[in-house]
């Protein structure tokens, strides 16, 4: 059983910066890719970036130029740095990490969500 925590979300004006984290805790066996993903009132929820266990990174389209996942391994923390934020950018932000287990089962869990809003 993983706990996921994110923090960083808030009030940001266009144009500005935001980085959010997320720290995993609890019964880890071994932490696979890891990611960021966001849903605005009424829409699926998106991916926006995801990170492998050894760093190989993929962006939504949307994001690409703007914002830059990362990985600490040893504090079980991915990041998301948002930069050159739009008012298109604006929803809640939800970590998701796949877990391995010896089973080769890959469970995932996700984050409480944290909420980013770009406006004037």
């Known amino acids: 059983q993983v706990q996921l925590v994110e923090s960083g979300g808030g009030l940001v004006q266009p144009g500005g910066s935001l980085r959010l984290s997320c720290t995993a805790s609890?019964?880890?066996?071994?932490?696979?890719?890891m990611g960021w993903y966001r849903q605005d009132p009424g829409k699926e929820r998106e991916l926006v970036a995801t990170?492998?266990?050894?760093?190989?990174?993929n962006y939504a389209d949307s994001v690409k130029g703007r914002f830059t996942i990362s990985r600490e391994n040893a504090k079980n923390t991915v990041y998301l740095q948002m930069d050159s934020l739009k008012p298109e950018d604006t929803a809640v932000y939800y970590c998701?990490?796949?877990?391995?287990?010896?089973?080769?089962?890959?469970?995932?869990?996700w984050g409480q969500g944290t909420q980013v809003t770009v406006s004037s």
């Open positions: 990170i492998t266990s050894i760093g190989s990174t």
């Open positions: 609890g019964s880890i066996f071994r932490l696979n890719a």
């Open positions: 998701k990490v796949e877990e391995f287990l010896f089973t080769g089962k890959r469970p995932t869990y």
